[in-house]
């Protein structure tokens, strides 16, 4: 992978991925996202979406193609919050800057405007124990944000969530994203928070995992729930629903 002054572009290029055993996961992938992109990737299970994202924040290294990111300030939010138990929300938000070796003030001050930005201020000394789910995904979020990231990488992350909370996380992450300017890919297994998200839909082959399809989304930001029950939305989404069980026949 290639960085220099960062926008927030990434390019996947003819990207391929066989792990040791044999297994190819991924397979000429080819996907563009440019500054202002917020893309979400659906695919039948297994089909590599996860390894996509470790692909684009260099955990892992492709077997073939190449992945361009004009920006080292990368974000990665799992599918589990992932957080220390023993820790505050606002220690576990500090993580981040710790490992990148930032200083004490500085870290304590982007812990802090990061709680704030996702609506935690107050629950500075909580710990997860004591969080609701989608408090302990928010401090994940919060997290990611104090390395303000140009591309953020999103793996399933309100999977696990009640339905409720699930639509609630989906319109702060669609406030953040408005807000702070960064490049999404977002990987998950539901249409319509796909089409609700986006900008654009990619859509995944089974593996070993392409890219088969990319559906637009035109919708400006920012976007109302009521959204999802307009003729326009229902098209999308069955567009990208049909071409999901296309790709997964």
Request: charged letters at 25%; one cysteine or more; aromatic letters at 8%.
């Amino acid at each position: 992978m290639t960085a220099s002054v960062g926008t927030g572009t990434l390019r996947f290029a003819a990207v391929a991925k066989t792990f040791d055993n044999g297994t190819i996961a991924l397979s000429e992938v080819d996907l563009d996202l440019a500054p202002g992109d917020f893309v979400s990737v659906v695919g039948p299970s297994g089909c590599g979406k996860s390894t996509l994202l470790r692909l684009a924040s260099g955990l892992t290294a492709p077997t073939g193609g190449e992945i361009f990111a004009d920006t080292g300030k990368i974000g990665y939010v799992f599918q589990d919050p992932t957080l220390l138990e023993w820790r505050s929300a606002a220690k576990n938000v500090e993580l981040a800057g710790e490992l990148h070796g930032m200083a004490r003030a500085e870290r304590r001050k982007r812990a802090a405007e990061a709680l704030e930005l996702v609506g935690l201020a107050g629950f500075e000394k909580q710990l997860p124990g004591q969080l609701s789910g989608g408090m302990r995904m928010r401090v994940s979020l919060a997290r990611a944000l104090t390395l303000d990231p140009e591309i953020f990488l999103f793996d399933e992350p309100f999977g696990a969530l009640d339905e409720i909370t699930r639509l609630r996380m989906q319109d702060e992450l669609q406030r953040l994203f408005r807000t702070q300017g960064f490049t999404g890919l977002f990987i998950t297994h539901s249409v319509t928070e796909a089409v609700y998200l986006s900008t654009r839909v990619a859509v995944m082959s089974a593996r070993p995992g392409r890219i088969v399809r990319e559906v637009d989304v035109p919708f400006p930001f920012p976007r109302s729930p009521e959204i999802r029950y307009h003729a326009d939305f229902a098209r999308i989404a069955g567009e990208v629903s049909a071409a999901l069980k296309e790709a997964s026949s």
